[in-house]
């Protein structure tokens, strides 16, 4: 035993998030990416201002990731969990995005909300479909692609009923494919050098 610590997944707020999804996170993630810590991160993010779309309503997701990537630091993995609507060009919404060098991601959590959609609040299962999509988007930073198996965690939603679906597990081929790439991961990464 070196005595190193554990290569870190941050996870970072982005707007007012609800603390039961800041306090449901971290053990669903650690439990799904063994040998990593989950961190969060005390300072959190302001939606920045260009990111926002007048017409839409809606915040656009890659201005956001560029600012989640600033706050990385020695993390392995950064997540952002943002308490807003978004949309990359070409989608009408998202419920989460990997950057594609593959360090940081973001989900979002407006459209996760059942009030979103006209039904009463439900915090629990707020937390499960935020549970599913962030560990979804950090597969995605760990290189695995989309799954052909709906139950997989893997799944691509098109809609809230498909995250709904699916279960917050990998299934056997994902999570043989995750545990070699947590295997290769650097664990340790320098300070303001290469993204992973």
């Known amino acids: 035993m070196t005595g190193r610590s554990l290569p870190v997944i941050a996870l970072v707020p982005v707007g007012e998030v609800p603390g039961e999804v800041l306090r449901a996170l971290p053990p669903a993630i650690a439990?799904?990416?063994?040998?990593?810590?989950?961190?969060?991160?005390?300072?959190g993010l302001l939606p920045p201002p260009e990111a926002?779309?007048?017409?839409?309503?809606?915040h656009q997701a890659e201005p956001l990731?560029?600012?989640?990537?600033?706050?990385?630091g020695d993390a392995e993995r950064l997540l952002g969990i943002a308490?807003?609507?978004?949309?990359?060009p070409g989608l009408n919404f998202i419920f989460g995005l990997a950057r594609p060098d593959g360090a940081v991601a973001l989900i979002a959590?407006?459209?996760?909300?059942?009030?979103f959609w006209g039904q009463p609040a439900d915090p629990q299962l707020l937390c499960q479909?935020?549970?599913?999509?962030?560990?979804?988007?950090?597969?995605?930073?760990?290189g695995l692609a989309h799954c052909r198996d709906p139950a997989c965690v893997m799944w691509f939603s098109n809609t809230l009923e498909e995250t709904d679906r699916k279960s917050d597990a990998f299934c056997a081929s994902h999570r043989a494919q995750l545990a070699r790439a947590l295997d290769q991961t650097p664990r340790h990464?320098?300070?303001?050098g290469p993204s992973g």
Do not use: M, N, S
């Not at 439990?31 to 300072?43: D, I, N």
């Not at 959590?109 to 009030?115: I, T, V, W, Y």
């Open 65 to 72: 990731l560029a600012r989640l990537a600033a706050l990385r």
């Open 31 to 43: 439990a799904r990416f063994p040998g990593r810590g989950v961190r969060l991160l005390p300072q």
């Open 129 to 142: 479909r935020a549970i599913k999509e962030a560990v979804h988007e950090l597969g995605h930073t760990y």
């Open 83 to 88: 308490a807003l609507d978004l949309f990359t």
């Open 189 to 192: 990464r320098r300070p303001g």
């Open 109 to 115: 959590l407006a459209r996760l909300r059942p009030e």
């Open 52 to 58: 926002y779309v007048a017409a839409r309503r809606q």
